[in-house]
């Protein structure tokens, strides 16, 4: 089992700037560990954003994210981070750090066991 808690959310305006953090502890163990950011904004269904092969480190990301999010990992911390530029009304949403492994669903949350409890971002125009 691995622990995430998710920080650095908050209110900012459109066209600003949040990093999120989310610290792990526990072992990331499996064949193949990856870690994710979704997020779910008011009404509407959870969704993935990106997420990170631990030991490649190859990432994907959501069209919607693109270019204006990135993905990082501080191995030695265990720290997983989203920096989050040029920020939008639409991405008002709770932002959920994952943990989970090749073969799970990572546009829609399916068989990841390991959660954060979120963190609120939101983004006024």
């Known amino acids: 089992e691995v622990r995430l808690e998710e920080s650095g959310g908050g209110s900012v305006q459109a066209g600003g700037s949040l990093r999120l953090s989310c610290a792990a502890s526990g072992s990331t163990a499996g064949r193949a560990p990856i870690m994710a950011w979704f997020r779910q904004a008011p009404g509407k269904e959870r969704e993935g954003i990106v997420n990170m092969y631990i030991r490649g480190g190859q990432t994907h990301y959501h069209g919607s994210v693109k270019g204006r999010f990135t993905i990082s990992l501080d191995s030695a911390n265990n720290t997983l981070y989203l920096q989050m530029n040029n920020l939008k009304p639409e991405d008002t949403a709770m932002y959920y750090c994952?943990?989970?492994?090749?073969?799970?669903?990572?546009?829609?949350?399916?068989?990841?066991?390991?959660w954060g409890k979120g963190i609120m971002v939101t983004v006024s125009s």
């Open positions: 994952a943990h989970g492994n090749y073969g799970d669903d990572y546009v829609t949350g399916s068989g990841i066991r390991d």
